[in-house]
């Protein structure tokens, strides 16, 4: 039953949004980068900050590793919270180069269970991150959760209002083929619906899952 309907909530958003192209990033670890400094901002703001990685040639682990923590928060200010999030990128790029000899080919051959767990070892890598490392970046099979995933799924009965970040995963995971392709596609597509119909404040008109059963009753903020 919970197979059936993710699968009609996925081909509706798709019939309505299209592919959405994510994660925006020429390289893997442009991708790495931008999940540590998507947190708590939009991705506008994280295009900015990559920007100036880019225009002072310093977009590479080796280089990043290297520079002075002051520095890059300077750098990835666009982004919000660059002083945390200059900390998170180096405690990152330690673990790379202290344990992996600072190149991301040598996390390949990881198992995904390990990888998962040695990522969120990394003093601010928490799950939604390092899920979206593993799936954009490495291309895991491993479902992204957040907010809107949350909201969407509480509010269309596939779980109960306040259900956990694990407990989430695992209902897409486990009712849904394992394609990381889809799984891409899939968080893409909820991201977008949260941001355009179903906010805390819902407009279900016009929404592509309206004529889906869901209720309003739950407050979100």
């Known amino acids: 039953m919970i197979s059936k309907q993710l699968t009609e909530i996925y081909q509706l958003l798709f ?6 192209h994510w994660w925006p990033g020429q390289t893997r670890f442009e991708i790495v980068v931008g999940a ?13 900050a990559i920007a100036n990685l880019k225009s002072a040639h310093l977009l590479t682990p080796e280089k990043l590793h290297n520079i002075d923590v002051s520095k890059l928060a300077e750098l990835i200010r ?3 919270y660059y002083n945390i999030k200059a900390k998170r990128l180096k405690n990152f790029l330690t ?41 954009y970046a490495f291309d895991r099979e491993i479902f992204v959760v957040d907010a809107y995933t949350a909201r969407i799924a509480a509010r269309h009965k596939l ?25 891409n596609e899939y968080h893409a597509l909820l ?15 016009d929404c592509p899952l309206e004529k889906l059963p869901h209720t309003l009753d739950i407050e979100y903020f």
């Open 78 to 80: 666009p982004a919000g």
């Open 95 to 135: 673990w790379l180069f202290n344990d992996y000899a600072g190149r991301l080919a040598n996390l390949e051959n990881l198992g995904t269970d390990r990888f998962r767990a040695e990522l969120l070892t990394v003093k601010g890598i928490g799950r939604e991150t390092a899920d979206s490392i593993l799936l």
């Open 159 to 183: 779980i109960e209002p306040g259900a956990g970040y694990e407990q989430l995963r695992e209902l897409f995971q486990a009712n849904l083929p394992q394609d990381y392709r889809l799984f």
């Open 15 to 20: 019939g309505s949004f299209g592919p959405q």
């Open 36 to 48: 540590i400094l998507t947190q708590n901002t939009n991705w506008a703001n994280v295009e900015k």
């Open 191 to 205: 991201v977008r619906l949260g941001k355009e119909f179903c906010r805390p404040k819902a407009g279900c008109a």
